[in-house]
């Protein structure tokens, strides 16, 4: 279908850097909560730690870099839209690891399996929240003043450009 093609197309540069933005802030989450958890912390003090090593990088990638968005941040129509949609992710680890712990502990696993567990459930919950995220942020950042790039994908029809000459 044309639609969907024009609207990957659109979006096609943007996905690039934003994936690529969600890779290094999932390494960041990933081994701070995989540090603090094997360090003994539960798992909420664990899910909580990982998730503002990775919000930080992500937000000012995704600020930054994916929708090119400079300037003095809006703290009501930029950062608190970002901070809710990055606290449900939170709740979301949270309650997902805790789930986890409880039932791998419960069936008797051993503690390596358990921190694995946690681990991949972790990284699970971002996985899946990665694309409602991107249409969450896409909403909060491609309206914002202060954009500084141009739009990702095909030109725009138009007359070609002109050269002055002197």
């Known amino acids: 279908m044309p639609g969907r093609r024009d609207l990957l197309a659109r979006h096609a540069g943007r996905l690039v850097r934003y ?3 969600s890779g290094v802030a999932t390494v960041c989450s990933a081994v701070a909560f995989f540090a603090v958890y094997a360090l003994g912390a539960g798992t909420t003090a664990a899910s909580l730690l990982g998730w503002l090593a990775g919000a930080v990088p992500n937000y000012l990638l995704n600020r930054a870099w994916v929708w090119r968005v400079g300037g003095r941040p809006d703290v009501r129509r930029e950062v608190v839209p970002y ?3 990055v606290l449900v992710t939170l709740a979301l680890a949270t309650g997902a690891t805790a789930l986890t712990e409880d039932l791998l502990e419960g069936a ?3 503690g390596g399996v358990v921190t694995a567990g946690v681990n991949v459930a972790f990284l699970g919950v971002y996985a899946l929240m990665a694309l409602v995220r991107y249409a969450l942020l896409h909403l909060v ?3 914002l003043p202060g954009r500084t ?3 990702t994908g095909p030109a725009r029809p138009g007359p070609p450009p002109t050269q ?3």
Request: hydrophobic share 40%; no cysteine; proline share 6%.
């Open 108 to 110: 008797g696993a051993a």
């Open 164 to 166: 002055e000459t002197r």
């Open 149 to 151: 790039g141009q739009p």
């Open 141 to 143: 950042f491609r309206r």
């Open 19 to 21: 994936a690529t933005g």
């Open 83 to 85: 901070v809710v949609v």
